[in-house]
């Protein structure tokens, strides 16, 4: 009987850093023959752009399959099985095979998508992957501080229900065989280490945390896990396993045109700004600057926004600015566009 070819699953909420990692892995995959999935939440692929633009010769256009507008585990049928079906098919499959789900993605249902007959007997999760933003969860984005509980149960008895961002945020955790703590460039020794407290105290179970600044992590540790995940399910609880199915009811997201942009520090001010009043989640996209021939890549993370030249715009491209702006539903698309400048 021929072996399975193993599949990563990189989840990780928004701006986590699941991108930057899977980069890192391709630059250190040493000729392995790896193939890539990536799943975006909005209708705008972002994250295939940039590892398209990686210059690696393990990331080919054939070597990516892009999934935009959609969750995966809502479209197995008509989106996942033919992608995984399309890259068994070519005369020299991949070796491995990685998928990086949207940030809002919950993983237990994609990893019952492999008990699908078509691929059940071909393909095994060799592991889940959690991606954290280190940064983010000190600040508090996906708990509150231990010590803000305790005086609400003091003063009232009782403590809020956990927020739809808690409740992904867990949900990831949960199904991970491997959490990478991302980004502890980004926060002192005593956060980290709150951080890593509050990661350890969601898990029902043991499972390895690694640090890693800029997604860089050993390939060797994060490939071969053998964790035979679909066969697991029951040590993976979710907020969701008493429903029918899920939905993403609880975040939107939309696309901002821009005009082309001269100054790019001048942006960057106003895009922090406008996450802040706004409550925007995240910001994602490419910018026209003129006069530059590369294409600024903007990443934004609550109101921490980041920006580089990523690649030359190629001649026959359209040099659009384009920003996928990411929040919970009731973010006011009109006011942000506005408040952005788009056209």
């Not at 940064?135 to 010590?147: I, L, M, T």
């Not at 005009?259 to 922090?272: I, S």
């Not at 989640?281 to 030249?309: A, C, E, N, S």
């Not at 690649?311 to 942000?336: C, H, M, N, Q, Y």
């Amino acid at each position: 009987m021929l072996s399975k070819t193993p599949a990563t699953i990189v989840t990780g909420f928004l701006g986590a850093g699941k991108t930057t990692l899977i980069r890192s892995l391709l630059e250190r995959a040493g000729g392995r023959r790896l193939a890539l999935i990536i799943n975006e939440f909005g209708d705008v692929g972002i994250d295939g752009e940039i590892l398209r633009a990686c210059g690696n010769p393990t990331c080919t256009e054939d070597d990516v399959i892009e999934l935009a507008n959609g969750c995966l585990c809502c479209t197995v049928a008509d989106d996942f099985v033919p992608a995984i079906e399309k890259l068994l098919a070519r005369p020299q499959p991949p070796e491995h095979i990685i998928i990086e789900t949207s940030g809002l993605a919950l993983p237990k249902p994609l990893v019952q998508a492999f008990h699908w007959p078509a691929i059940k007997s071909r393909v095994t999760v060799d592991g889940v992957v959690a991606v954290v933003d280190a940064a983010a969860a000190a600040e508090g984005r996906f708990a509150p501080d231990p010590a803000a509980l305790a005086a609400q149960k003091a003063e009232s008895g009782t403590v809020d229900h956990e927020t739809p961002i808690e409740e992904v945020f867990e949900d990831q955790l949960l199904c991970a065989d491997l959490i990478v703590v991302n980004k502890t460039d980004l926060v002192a020794a005593a956060d980290l280490a709150r951080v890593e407290d509050l990661i350890r105290g969601a898990l029902n179970r043991d499972a390895k945390l690694l640090r890693a600044a800029n997604g860089s992590v050993d390939p060797l540790v994060l490939l071969g896990v053998g964790g035979a995940v679909e066969d697991d399910l029951a040590n993976r609880p979710s907020h969701h396993d008493d429903e029918e199915g899920h939905d993403h009811d609880d975040f939107t997201s939309f696309v901002v045109e821009l005009p082309a942009q001269p100054d790019p520090a001048a942006l960057t001010r106003l895009l922090e700004e406008v996450a802040g009043v706004h409550g925007v989640l995240r910001l994602k996209g490419f910018i026209d600057v003129p006069g530059k021939p590369m294409r600024l890549l903007v990443q934004g993370v609550g109101t921490r926004i980041q920006t580089h030249y990523d690649r030359l715009w190629k001649p026959d491209e359209p040099r659009r600015s384009r920003l996928v702006v990411i929040g919970e539903t009731g973010l006011d698309r009109e006011a942000v566009t506005r408040a952005v400048g788009g056209v």
